[in-house]
């Protein structure tokens, strides 16, 4: 069955340092989003992504944020300088879009610890 | 205000019981989903629901779109069903808003 997947599982980094983190969408889905969830708290929207551009994002998602994709399979989240409070789970999910409403479907997750 | 509330926030259970978990929302939406997150951390999607009822082996969703509510239960609980079950709503942007989540633990 096709899934999302992310890496690494686990990034740890200083603070002020960039951090890219990886996902892979489930192939032929056309929209794509970042999510965040910080220890104990809910999941929160970061952005959407669709036909190579942001459709959507939400405060969190300042200056510092940006998204890319590199290539037909790849959607990365870029910190570019992080703090100690993006310390959070950070989660990618896809859905295929061509059936209007459907699902998303979310990767694992990769834990960022910001030392 | 949240604008997805789910109850109860936790919720323990001895194998075999019948388990109701609660979301309500105080927004138009467009669909409705029911997510599981095991203590790992990983998210699954259960069902997306925009009306009626689905069903999925133990697991049933409902929606009342009228009431502005949906309960997820699950028959014949089981240890393994343990995890944070969590609500969130598709307004008439792609985003996803999400509740609180609700911390289920059934014991044996």
């Known amino acids: 069955e096709p899934e999302v997947t992310q890496t690494p599982s686990h990034q740890v980094t200083q603070m002020g340092q960039e951090v890219i983190l990886r996902c892979v969408p489930i192939?032929?889905?056309?929209?794509f989003y970042w999510y965040r969830q910080i220890l104990g708290q809910k999941v929160e929207f970061l952005v959407s992504?669709?036909?190579?551009?942001?459709?959507?994002k939400s405060e969190i998602f300042d200056d510092q944020f940006s998204v890319e994709r590199p290539d037909g399979s790849n959607f990365t989240l870029k910190i570019r300088s992080t703090k100690l409070e993006d310390s959070a789970m950070y989660f990618c999910?896809?859905?295929?879009?061509?059936?209007?409403?459907?699902?998303?479907?979310f990767g694992p997750g990769t834990r960022l610890t910001v030392l | 205000k949240n604008e997805v509330e789910q109850s109860p926030q936790n919720l323990t259970a001895q194998e075999g019981e019948f388990i109701t978990i609660n979301c309500s929302y105080s927004?138009?939406?467009?669909?409705l989903h029911w997510l599981q997150q095991h203590p790992g951390g990983g998210i699954v999607s259960l069902f997306m629901?925009?009306?009626g009822k689905k069903k999925h082996g133990r697991l049933i969703a409902t929606i009342n779109i009228q009431e502005k509510h949906s309960s997820l239960h699950i028959t014949a609980s089981h240890p393994r069903d343990s995890a944070v079950y969590i609500c969130?709503?598709?307004?008439?942007?792609?985003?996803?808003?999400f509740g609180t989540g609700t911390r289920l633990q059934v014991f044996p």
């Open positions: 192939s032929n889905h056309l929209y």
């Open positions: 969130a709503v598709r307004k008439n942007t792609d985003k996803l808003i």
């Open positions: 629901l925009s009306s």
């Open positions: 927004v138009g939406i467009s669909a």
């Open positions: 999910a896809s859905r295929g879009g061509l059936a209007g409403l459907d699902e998303q479907f």
């Open positions: 992504f669709y036909n190579n551009e942001i459709s959507e």
